[in-house]
């Protein structure tokens, strides 16, 4: 029996200097992609895997999230007022009960491995899921409860993995593996941002992660890895021998919100697959052909 993942840690923290001007003001993960925010795909995501805790690990200027999952006063009673009733079910419908998020401040840049530790007093030693808003996956089966089946086969830790071309394995943790092509991958190696001929595999992580609890005990050694960061690529490769951990090769398209391009696709892509929008769509899509 493996213990039932309850927490989840959104790292919310970073400048989103590949999106500017636009977040220069605006939290990256405020961009909307079609007509929802990142951060409430990713909390929704979370929700629809079973997690009951949701911490933010955030900084400065990034107050606009909290407030997307505070009660919007003034809102609800204007709407109420009006008979609106859709638009304030639609607003009400994904915050998570009071109380079930928290906050805590990276206050310094020091890198993913530095973000995750400072929600280790929120964590303690149990087992728990990352999702980098950043990351939007559009599939039948929400990419974190993917994540959460596996771990119920293999136990340990397990991490959301997709085949990149190579010339772009610098951007990414990549694993090194006995078994690249099956869905569930063993992890005998991991390397953040490899220079393409020293990557062991195009085999990437993306921003879903089911991490044992003893990762902190790794992260607390602040060692600095790829671009002078504190990793958590490298505290991860730590794990490797002590528990089972597995790439999962999950079902559904990925797309990097936080460059211009991935933005784009992903309001495309998920506006065709909602039916209210679909034909909307298609109809600006021919326009502007
Ligand atoms: C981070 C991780 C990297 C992972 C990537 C997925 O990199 O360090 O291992 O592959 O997220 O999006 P970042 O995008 O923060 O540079």
């Known amino acids: 029996m493996t213990v039932r993942i309850k927490k989840a840690v959104f790292p919310v923290a ?4 590949r999106f500017l001007p636009a977040t220069k003001a605006m939290p990256k993960e405020m961009l909307t992609v ?12 979370a929700m629809a895997a079973g997690i009951e805790d949701f911490i933010f690990v955030t900084g400065r200027g990034k107050q606009s999230m909290e407030d997307h999952f505070d009660l919007s006063y003034e809102l609800n009673a204007t709407l109420e007022r009006r008979g609106k009733t859709s638009e304030l079910d639609q607003i009400n419908a994904f915050l998570p009960p009071p109380g079930a998020i928290k906050y805590v401040r990276q206050r310094e ?12 007093d929120m964590i303690g030693d149990e087992p728990f899921a990352i999702l980098s808003p950043d990351d939007l996956v559009l599939g039948n089966v929400p990419c974190l409860k993917q994540l959460v089946q596996a771990y119920e086969q293999t136990g340990g ?12 394995t610098d951007r990414y943790g990549i694993l090194d593996t006995p078994n690249p092509t099956d869905q ?24 879903r992660y089911i991490l044992d609890g003893s990762v902190f005990s790794h992260l607390e050694r602040h060692e600095k890895g790829a671009g002078g960061e504190i990793q958590l690529t490298d505290a991860m490769a730590k794990l490797i021998g002590t528990q089972p951990f597995h790439g999962l090769r999950f079902d559904g398209e990925r797309f990097d ?11 495309i892509a998920f506006s065709l697959a909602r039916a209210d929008r679909r034909a909307l769509t298609e109809e600006i899509l021919a326009r502007y052909r």
Do not use: F
């Open 257 to 267: 919100c936080g460059t211009k391009e991935g933005w784009l696709a992903a309001n």
């Open 184 to 207: 569930l991958a063993e992890i005998r190696g991991l390397i953040e941002k490899p220079k393409p001929a020293d990557a062991p595999s195009t085999l990437s992580i993306i921003g």
């Open 14 to 17: 970073g400048l989103g200097t």
């Open 34 to 45: 079609v007509d929802k925010p990142l951060i409430q795909y990713a909390v929704e995501e």
């Open 157 to 168: 830790s397990v991490v959301a993995v997709m085949d990149v071309p190579r010339d772009q």
């Open 109 to 120: 840049a020091l890198g993913l491995g530095h973000a995750i530790w400072c929600a280790r």
